[in-house]
């Protein structure tokens, strides 16, 4: 299975163009601005997550251990809020309170779960720096299944899977199903949240296989 390429960009209100070279950006609950991009021989690693979602919330504690576990200067963890109906002021508390290290963004479009293939939440997606999805799943092995709770869960698959491209590996399992809170249904009529180089469509060439 060949890692292929992306070739295009969702620009503006959805018109077409060849991949920019420009690295894109997304605005933090902060204000800061967020490269969506890997760094050179790291790892770009997303975590989508509802505020609203127990299984996101009971996971709050991984997503830290994974943002304190490698360097910041190869691995860029930013975490996606799909919560579209709440104020940014809300996912900020939400994100102080879970003790989120890590910036976080709110996808109130759905742009970004389109653009790298999320479909649940919590759902960890990595990326390598030549922009290729190199894992896409569930974070570790707590739920086999919604209300079927692992009291020792054993696994860590996005953990390991940062730790797999850095180093250069291939991703053991690289695409284990998430367990959770389905996407919400997007309104179709929201004004896009993200800057509009970031609104990329995922070719499935653009994902390693």
Not at 30 to 48: F, T
Not at 181 to 203: H, I, N
């Amino acid at each position: 299975m060949h890692p292929l390429i992306l070739t295009t960009l969702l620009l503006g209100f959805g018109a077409e163009a060849t991949r920019s070279a420009e690295p894109h950006t997304i605005t933090a609950f902060d204000g800061s601005k967020v490269v969506l991009e890997a760094p050179r021989g790291g790892v770009l690693a997303l975590v989508y997550y509802s505020s609203e979602c127990p299984i996101s919330n009971e996971l709050s504690p991984l997503v830290n251990d994974v943002a304190s576990a490698f360097p910041r200067d190869r691995v860029r963890l930013v975490g996606i809020a799909v919560d579209y109906d709440r104020s940014i002021d809300e996912l900020r508390d939400h994100a102080r309170d879970h003790g989120y290290r890590h910036p976080c963004t709110l996808d109130r479009d759905g742009s970004l779960c389109r653009a790298f293939g999320a479909s649940m939440t919590p759902e960890g997606v990595v990326i390598d720096d030549k922009g290729v999805v190199r894992y896409r799943g569930r974070l570790n092995d707590l739920y086999s299944a919604r209300g079927k709770r692992n009291a020792n869960p054993s696994t860590h698959e996005f953990r390991d899977a940062v730790a797999a491209v850095l180093e250069g590996k291939e991703v053991p399992k690289p695409w284990p199903p998430a367990v959770g809170c389905p996407l919400p249904e997007f309104p179709e009529t929201s004004k896009p949240e993200t800057e509009p180089g970031v609104r990329r469509a995922l070719d499935p060439a653009r994902t390693a296989r």
